[in-house]
């Protein structure tokens, strides 16, 4: 993602809006040329359902088993569990026997570094890759920070988040200091922002006080708006299903606040120590 090509999409509130984020900012990078994989590492399965795979307990190959071969020191051939997106992303894939391969996590060897040391086998061919988390800090979230590079937290501006933003980044926190020295918090997205109503502004106002002395605060909002709750069952991005809304534009300027700060960050010198 932003300057390195990973990146974990968590969420202090709900799963659905992250998955839309996923989704729509990988599709996003692949229509500005990036080579994009979308890695879905929640065993709800969401990212894989909204991608037009409804069927995913019935996929000859997802992450689950890549997962289980990696833990039983086999070969994962994550290549083998790929899928091609017709709007030019791939998809590693989720079902719920990921679920399953949670408990395996417990008693593994090197057990935080198992999704990472997968990816590290298929990173150099892409641009980006975007691991949808599941909403809980489980075992298998704890990889996907392990394994990326950056976060960006989408928060809904219907509610506040206090709670578990202050989880999240403790969370982050401690996986940087013990695990994943380069992670890094790239931002928070406002997602489903209605800014005509009194909640949502405090929501706004409330981010920008607690965090935003520290943290960056994604200029782009993606407001609510029914079209982008129905793309769920359609297999297609916002932009394939209605290229002119607003909700298509707003993810098309969160593309170029990612670009734009990839930009600047591989251009940077590094700070002194």
């Known amino acids: 993602m932003f300057y390195f090509p990973l990146c974990t999409l968590c969420e202090a509130s709900h799963n659905v809006t ?54 039983r020191d086999e070969d994962p051939d994550p290549v083998s569990a790929i899928l091609h997106h017709k709007e030019g992303i791939d998809l590693l894939p989720s079902n719920i026997a990921l679920s399953g391969v949670e408990m395996s996590l417990v008693t593994a060897m090197s057990r935080e570094y198992t999704l990472r040391n997968i990816l590290n086998r298929i990173k150099d061919n892409y641009d980006h890759i975007i691991i949808d988390c599941p909403p809980s800090l489980s075992m298998l979230t704890i990889n996907a920070l392990a394994a990326a590079d950056s976060v960006i937290v989408p928060v809904q501006a219907q509610y506040l988040p206090a709670k578990g933003m202050t989880q999240l980044m403790k969370t982050v926190g401690k996986v940087r200091k013990q695990i994943n020295p380069n992670l890094k918090v790239d931002g928070i997205l406002l997602t489903l922002a209605d800014m005509r109503t009194n909640l949502a502004r405090v929501t706004a106002d409330t981010i920008r006080q607690q965090y935003g002395n520290h943290l960056r605060i994604f200029k782009t909002q993606i407001p609510v708006a029914i079209k982008a709750a129905e793309i769920s069952a359609t297999g297609k991005s916002i932009f394939a299903y209605d290229k002119g809304s607003k ?20 251009t940077t010198p590094p700070r002194s120590r």
Not at 247 to 266: H, T
């Open 18 to 71: 992250k998955t839309n984020v996923s989704e729509n900012l990988g599709v996003g990078l692949a229509m500005e040329g990036k080579k994009v994989l979308v890695v879905d590492s929640d065993p709800q399965a969401d990212l894989t359902t909204a991608l037009g795979w409804s069927d995913s307990d019935n996929l000859p190959v997802t992450l689950a088993d890549i997962m289980e071969r990696s833990i």
């Open 247 to 266: 909700v298509a534009q707003a993810y098309s300027a969160l593309v170029k606040e990612v670009l734009e700060g990839e930009a600047r960050s591989k």
